[in-house]
RNA sequence: UGGGCGAUCGUUCAACGGCAGGACAGCGGACUCUGACUCCGUCAAUCUAGGUUCGAAUCCUAGUCGCCCAGCCA
């Protein structure tokens, strides 16, 4: 476990802070979704730093859906959110809400600030409201509508209610200020009509409150005391604030802003990874190469790891966009740790010990873990006739080639050390058979006379191995910030997935799906959460492990 | 050219008026029955210009650069 306690950061300062004066009690956050997708990598961070927070201090964090919009809502969405929530580590306990389940106070909130004058009515169309907004640097201009009556605004709002106007004909505003300088000041609106079915209250509402004016409605309604979002709303923070101080409300919850996390080599926007989906480059929302929770999920990752990779971006409030590697870096960290170890054969060459008895077949104790023992041991099969990689073997091999040549001795993993004396060859040259001798005396894989062997390869025994397909995923796209010259689908890397079939030992084909192993040389894996059975072994690899060899070997002539 | 926010090693986060530090990445080495893990070493930063101060990454002033805002999206 990580005994190291976590850095401080803003977030968790203001919390201790507004704790020790006394400012709040208990601390309480939210995680708000609104149901019209996948979370990705970048909600993880808003996740664990809402719920992670709440957990730290003692306090509690809700799920709340943020539901306003029903034309872009599904329950679909709703589900599959709790499910990446909970598979991440987090648990809202009993607080599962909807700004739906608040409609009809919005309604009567909305309602209160009308009959205090600060709200109406307004029949612009949408282009005559944009029109009269004003722009950056020029004032907006006043609704015609804006100084009707209480009774009149009273009346207008229950017949929108009622269904009495049809979509666009009119809208609900706060009466604030047409000239601020915040554009969101200048009399927002605040309920529109859509006559359109809800995923939460079905047709019960023709009018839905926007997302200003529900949002610290209901962080209120709930009592949250942190209502903590991204650096983009900032700007309507001020308006969080004024609904907050004109309504009659049960407490004044604290909008605090963070910085969005983005990373290296993917894209995060909705639309961008909806297209990758609707144009076939990726095979659907949970595809291994999504930065999508269900396709980290699919790849093998972690939620430890992702959990940590959070803990280690930080939180601040300058715009970043954090290496690939850093998530990687703790892919690797959680999976060294926890993940037993296996060995298969990706790219196979037939390896034959001649000196080997043809019917004999032995089995080896391997330890799933070098470092583990809580993770025990397994018994390895072994015959004549073995699989290898065929990078583990050279004809002419690179300075510092530390595997199986002619000539050369090297030792099979756990088993005995081999020395080649000889190979077959296929008319165009390439390797199809390696004949080597054994040292009986090796058995385990070290040699009585303690000489050394340069190269440990692994193998898998042809005779019990166990047909599997592998999947190699690589980053999505072959640059840092895909799209940042030009159209972001020509950064795609074409070769993100590598389909191949190879030899694994007989215990990778009885694994449930899901599970992960470090197969050795050659990187973490995950048996595949829906394509894998018994049968039909099928592996993603989640990351390659690191790798100084391939570098050297590529420097050298 | 309105308003808001930001600027520290390649990346990211610290340093809260008192020796600019960590992590990832890079580079070099040790160890190794995984060219993994681990360990050691190393490279490397305060946007600019003024000011306040014994002392400034930190405070002040003026710039520069970047991001966000003109949905009846969130």
Not at 48 to 74: V, Y
Not at 507 to 533: I, K, N, S
């Amino acid at each position: 476990m990580n005994t190291t306690t976590p850095p401080s950061h803003f977030l968790r300062e203001r919390i201790a802070e507004d704790l020790a004066r006394g400012a709040v009690r208990e601390v309480v956050t939210r995680f708000p979704p609104e149901p019209n997708g996948f979370l990705h990598i970048g909600h993880a961070k808003s996740i664990c730093i809402n719920f992670g927070l709440a957990r730290e201090f003692g306090g509690r964090c809700h799920l709340r859906f943020d539901d306003t919009n029903p034309e872009k809502e599904d329950p679909a969405f709703v589900a599959a959110i709790k499910e990446d929530v909970r598979w991440l580590g987090f648990d809202w306990g009993p607080h599962l809400y909807h700004a739906s389940d608040y409609f009809e106070r919005l309604y009567q909130f909305a309602v209160e600030l009308i009959h205090k004058g600060k709200a109406y009515v307004c029949q612009l169309s949408a282009d005559e409201l944009r029109a009269t907004r004003g722009t950056l640097t020029e004032p907006g201009v006043e609704s015609p509508y804006r100084n009707r009556s209480v009774a009149e605004n009273l009346d207008l709002f229950a017949r929108m209610r009622a269904g009495e106007f049809a979509e666009g004909e009119c809208t609900l505003r706060a009466k604030i200020d047409m000239a601020s300088p915040n554009i969101n000041l200048r009399d927002p609106v605040i309920y529109r009509i859509l006559k359109r079915p809800h995923q939460n209250t079905g047709d019960t509402w023709c009018i839905y409150p926007t997302y200003d004016f529900a949002h610290g409605l209901s962080d209120a309604l709930e009592g949250v005391t942190h209502s903590i979002c991204t650096l983009e709303f900032a700007d309507h923070k001020p308006l969080y604030d004024w609904f907050l101080e004109q309504l009659d409300v049960p407490c004044h919850p604290q909008q605090i802003e963070f910085n969005r996390l983005n990373l290296t080599f993917t894209v995060t926007s909705k639309r961008k990874l909806k297209t990758l989906v609707e144009r076939g480059i990726v095979n659907g929302w949970d595809d291994p190469r999504m930065p999508t929770l269900s396709g980290l999920r699919r790849r093998g990752v972690p939620p430890a790891a992702i959990r940590q990779f959070v803990e280690r971006v930080g939180v601040s409030r300058s715009e970043s966009c954090v290496d690939m590697s850093l998530l990687e870096s703790c892919i690797r960290e959680e999976l060294d740790r926890t993940a037993p170890r296996a060995m298969a054969v990706l790219r196979p060459v037939r390896l034959v010990i001649t000196s080997y008895a043809e019917e004999a077949e032995e089995f080896f104790t391997l330890a799933n873990h070098p470092k583990d023992p809580s993770l025990g041991s397994r018994q390895v099969p072994f015959c004549r006739e073995l699989w290898i990689e065929a990078d583990d073997f050279a004809l002419a091999p690179p300075k510092g080639f530390r595997r199986l040549t002619i000539g050369a001795e090297v030792r099979l993993r756990g088993a005995y050390l081999v020395t080649c004396t000889g190979v077959e060859q296929d008319a165009h040259g390439a390797v199809t058979t390696v004949f080597c001798t054994h040292d009986p005396e090796s058995r385990g894989g070290n040699a009585p006379d303690g000489r050394k062997v340069q190269g440990t390869i692994h193998w898998v025994s042809a005779r019990h191995a166990v047909p599997l397909t592998a999947r190699l995923y690589d980053r999505l796209f072959t640059t840092e910030h895909p799209g940042a010259e030009g159209d972001f689908l020509e950064d795609v890397n074409a070769d993100s997935l590598a389909t191949c079939q190879g030899w694994g030992e007989p215990m990778l084909a009885a694994c449930p799906a899901e599970a992960r192993f470090q197969l050795e040389r050659l990187g973490y894996f995950c048996a595949d959460r829906f394509d894998h059975t018994q049968k039909r072994p099928v592996f993603n690899r989640i990351v390659g492990l690191r790798d100084s060899w391939s570098k050297e070997a590529a420097r050298r002539p």
